[in-house]
């Protein structure tokens, strides 16, 4: 009877910290980072162009214009993914638009919000393109598991990130 008491009061115990992190974390945030041997006009043009995202993010099924501004800032973008078998379609939302310089991204994806932020710098012909990334969450138990995945999400986004570099520098 004692190992029970013992077992369930650490099962209780992992719960509360578990569901603790929700109230605790209420962002997830990284950073991620790719240097390329290219001028920043061309990487940024390349980086934005919607024709060529599925060499870079290769679960990206269908890309879909529904609203596209003049200043791209406030252009909507519907974009569709596998992930492990299983379709996730998510809206795209440009927050900022500067030329060359950043482009503010919002995605909502089925209980994901996540804001990327890219910023193009170039130094003696190198660009380096920096995402700082947050994601939230509008379900409390997604919110908990989040930071928990923190490590996940930056791979990711650093793949995406390498596999740009290798798609614009065969260019």
Same mark, same amino acid.
């Given at each position: ?15 509360? &910290? ?13 950073? &991620?980072?790719?240097?390329? +041997?290219?001028?920043? +006009? ?9 024709? $060529? ?13 529904? $609203? ?33 310089? +950043? ?5 909502? &994806? ?59 520098? +065969?260019?």
């Amino acid at each position: 009877m004692k190992v029970i008491k013992i077992i369930l009061g650490i099962i209780i115990a992992f719960s509360l &910290a578990f569901f603790a992190t929700g109230l605790i974390v209420k962002e997830t945030t990284y950073t &991620a980072e790719v240097s390329l +041997k290219k001028p920043v +006009k061309e990487v940024f043009k390349e980086f934005n162009d919607a024709g $060529n995202i599925k060499n870079w993010i290769p679960e990206i099924k269908s890309f879909e214009v529904v $609203n596209e501004n003049v200043g791209k800032t406030g252009s909507v973008y519907k974009i569709v993914v596998m992930a492990e078998d299983q379709e996730i379609t998510m809206t795209e939302k440009v927050m900022a638009f500067v030329p060359n310089e +950043k482009i503010t991204l919002f995605f909502d &994806a089925e209980n994901m919000l996540k804001k990327d932020d890219y910023v193009f710098t170039e130094k003696n012909g190198v660009t380096t393109i920096t995402l700082n990334a947050s994601c939230q969450s509008e379900s409390y138990v997604m919110a908990c598991m989040f930071p928990y995945f923190k490590g996940t999400f930056k791979e990711q986004d650093q793949a995406y990130l390498n596999n740009f570099k290798a798609y614009i520098e +065969k260019k």
